[in-house]
């Protein structure tokens, strides 16, 4: 299940500039890269990555502001900042008709940045943190294992037509090579 945060602008626009001439042109169109993708599509997608990672149970994926992910953030992790994705597993023992495997919180005001930042989709990006999310809901850790979660999900990326994915990015970030600062260079 897809659920929009109430404050969450789906389609920012950049701010209209103000014209004389009622002829003028509209301002810049949104970029139809960055715009939100309907809930239905996410739906679909939430559907075949849960099945591909064989994650059984009900997922619900609130898509939200930085702001509320900072809070969330805060608040279960301790960590006062805002992050792209986080998974809350179910609590295996509360006793229900219905299996819930967890929660995913998705910043789009962060998955936009980064979409922009490796040149694809905002789609593309939610589409990666929401398979993220659901390797921890079926218990990997990236932080705790031995490389288990990256190949997984390069395995899952493979199969669901995704590009690079977070832990990949991360690891390529950790490898870029050193540059001096440019006052250094002239030195």
């Not at 998955?111 to 694809?120: D, K, S």
């Not at 939610?126 to 999310?133: A, D, F, N, P, R």
């Amino acid at each position: 299940m897809i659920l929009l945060d109430p404050d969450l602008d789906p389609d920012p626009a950049p701010p209209a500039k103000v014209t004389k001439r009622r002829s003028a042109p509209p301002p810049a169109a949104k970029s139809p890269q960055l715009r939100l993708p309907a809930a239905a599509t996410l739906a679909r997608f939430l559907a075949a990555a849960q099945s591909a990672a064989r994650v059984r149970g009900q997922v619900t994926v609130l898509l939200t502001t930085d702001a509320a992910l900072r809070r969330l953030n805060s608040r279960f992790r301790d960590k006062n900042k805002a992050t792209d994705v986080l998974s809350f597993p179910a609590n295996p023992l509360l006793p229900g008709p219905e299996k819930i495997a967890g929660d995913l919180a998705i910043s789009v005001s962060t998955a936009r940045r980064q979409a922009a930042a490796q040149g694809h989709t905002l789609s593309k990006e939610l589409k990666i943190l929401m398979l993220h999310g659901l390797l921890h809901l079926a218990g990997y850790d990236h932080d705790a294992d031995s490389g288990q979660m990256d190949r997984r999900e390069r395995l899952l990326r493979t199969k669901l037509a995704l590009p690079q994915g977070l832990i990949e990015r991360a690891a390529a970030a950790k490898c870029a090579p050193w540059r001096p600062a440019a006052r250094m260079q002239r030195l």
